[in-house]
C-alpha cells in the first residue's frame, strides 16, 4: 500500500497513553509511511518515543485552546491536518479518547469511520473485522473513501519499536472558539 498513515497520539498532559503505541504498530503493519500527530504543547516532547516506534514525522498542533484534553477541537486540529496533508489512513486505538476524536474528525470531513477494527487488508478498499456488541459480535466489513479513517481494537497491536528517523513538523491550529465548549478545565484530585 502507498501513502501515509497519521496517527493521532493520545496523550494527558503530555504523558503519553501506552494505547498509542498499539497504535503506531498497527500503523506500521499497513506497509505505509507512518507519521504522527499530537495535539497542545504539551506533547512536544514525545517525539523520541514516536521515532523509537517508527513515526517518521511528528506533527505537533498548538493553540491556546489545547492545553488539556477538548474533543471538538482536538477533532477540528485532525480534521485540518488530514485535509493538509491527505493520507490514505487516519487512524487511532480505540480508546474512549481516540474513537470521540476520529468521530469528530470524520464528521467534519463528512467521511466514514470505522471503529474498533482487529483486523486492516488493504486493497482497492479497506476490508477489515470489526468488534462489536462489546467484543461478542465480530462483522466483516469494507471501507471505501478518500481517507481510510479507523480506529484499532485496544490491546490487540502490541508495542513494538522500530526506530526510524524522525522531523518535527509545528502546526499553529485555527481554531474557533466555539470548539472549546466541551473541554478539560480543570481537575480536583482526591
Do not use: K
Request: charged residues 20%; glycine residues 6%.
Amino acid at each position: 500500500m502507498e501513502g501515509t498513515t497519521l496517527v493521532v497520539i493520545e496523550h494527558d498532559r503530555g504523558a503519553l497513553a501506552e494505547a498509542s503505541l498499539e497504535a503506531l504498530a498497527a500503523a506500521r503493519a499497513l506497509g505505509t509511511r507512518v507519521e504522527a500527530i499530537t495535539i497542545g504543547a504539551d506533547a512536544d516532547g514525545l517525539t523520541e518515543t514516536l521515532a523509537a516506534h517508527g513515526a517518521s514525522a511528528h506533527h505537533r498542533a498548538h493553540h491556546e485552546m489545547l492545553t488539556d484534553y477538548a474533543p471538538e477541537a482536538w477533532g477540528e486540529v485532525v480534521a485540518s491536518a488530514v485535509r493538509a496533508m491527505s493520507p490514505a489512513v487516519l487512524l487511532a486505538c480505540g480508546t474512549d479518547r481516540g474513537n470521540e476524536v476520529l468521530a469528530q474528525a470524520a464528521a467534519r470531513l463528512d467521511l466514514p469511520f470505522a471503529a474498533n477494527c482487529t483486523d486492516l487488508s488493504p486493497g482497492d478498499a479497506l476490508s477489515m473485522t470489526r468488534l462489536r456488541w462489546g467484543g461478542s459480535l465480530l462483522e466483516d466489513a469494507t471501507l471505501s473513501a478518500p481517507v481510510w479513517i479507523v480506529s484499532v481494537a485496544h490491546h490487540l497491536f502490541e508495542p513494538s519499536e522500530a526506530p526510524t528517523e524522525c522531523s518535527t513538523v509545528d502546526v499553529e491550529a485555527e481554531l474557533d472558539p466555539a470548539l472549546a465548549r466541551s473541554r478539560v478545565t480543570a481537575r480536583v484530585e482526591r
